[in-house]
């Protein structure tokens, strides 16, 4: 794929590096739509071009610019009164983790728990209550996402099941779910840079595809007005159905 790494530093073709960023415009256009899943879409495709090391740390970085960009173009839809305390709860969630949990907690259980929740919220029988909760107890919710982020990184899927709620408009469940999941990456650039990664070394190319997320993101954007709620509840039943499907051959790995 024209790459090699030297001290963490990736190099592509431009070749790899055009068709890394078609994939990465994808993958955004798919989260803007249906509201997950373009996260997992992005890092595979990422995957084939570059190690796992840089690889993690440049995606999250590129994800930073991708939510942002979201967040963004949807302003008007944004819920301080949810995100805010999310913020606060996730900054906790991740600090805790880093510095006393992760080294005493494996990524079994908390994949197991998150596939519980999921599978709850997709075939729950209508006269159970969908996972609503109020605006302040997104700090649970923020906390809880701080420490899956660090220790299996699966953000999108735990987030998914507080948004599948028919009080919030596909654009309120896109945008908020964006900040949230914006917020809980910043968290990671401290953890790269404390363990000697060089983002300014791999500054061109991060560049570059963040571009291509933030395009993906307003393309996606453009082509969400035109997607009805049943539809886009759908598609992300349908994302979060491929996600679950995803973890439980985690958990089988785990478990072999």
């Known amino acids: 794929m024209g790459q090699q790494e030297i001290m963490d530093v990736v190099y592509l073709s431009t070749e790899s590096v055009i068709l890394l960023s078609m994939a990465i415009v994808f993958a955004s256009a798919i989260t803007s739509i249906t509201g997950m899943a373009g996260g997992v879409l992005m890092f595979s495709a990422m995957s084939v071009f570059m190690p ?12 930073v ?23 606060i709860g996730t900054i906790m969630g991740a600090a805790l983790t ?37 605006d302040k107890y997104y700090f649970l919710v923020g906390i809880a996402t701080g420490c899956m982020g660090i220790i299996v990184g699966a953000i999108d899927p735990l987030l998914a099941v507080f948004f599948m709620r028919d009080d919030m408009t596909k654009e309120e469940i896109v945008c908020n779910k964006s900040m949230m999941q914006l917020f809980t990456h910043l968290t990671k650039i401290p953890a790269f840079l404390f363990l000697g990664f060089s983002f300014f070394d791999n500054a061109f190319l991060i560049m570059v595809l963040s571009l291509a997320a933030i395009f993906g993101a307003k393309l996606g954007i453009v082509i969400l007005r035109y997607v009805s709620t049943s539809v886009f509840f ?12 995803r973890i439980i051959y985690q958990l089988i790995q785990l478990g072999v």
Do not use: E, S
């Open 65 to 87: 610019f991708n939510n942002a960009a979201r967040g963004w173009f949807l302003r008007a839809h944004i819920r301080w009164a949810m995100c805010f305390p999310f913020l």
């Open 98 to 134: 880093t510095f006393f949990i992760v080294q005493y907690v494996g990524q079994f259980f908390p994949l197991l728990i998150l596939v519980l929740l999921i599978v709850y919220t997709l075939f729950k029988p209508k006269r159970l209550p969908q996972v609503k909760i109020r």
């Open 234 to 245: 759908l598609l992300m039943k349908a994302a979060l159905f491929i996600a679950a499907g």
């Open 52 to 63: 796992v090391k840089p690889l993690i740390a440049i995606h999250g970085v590129v994800q």
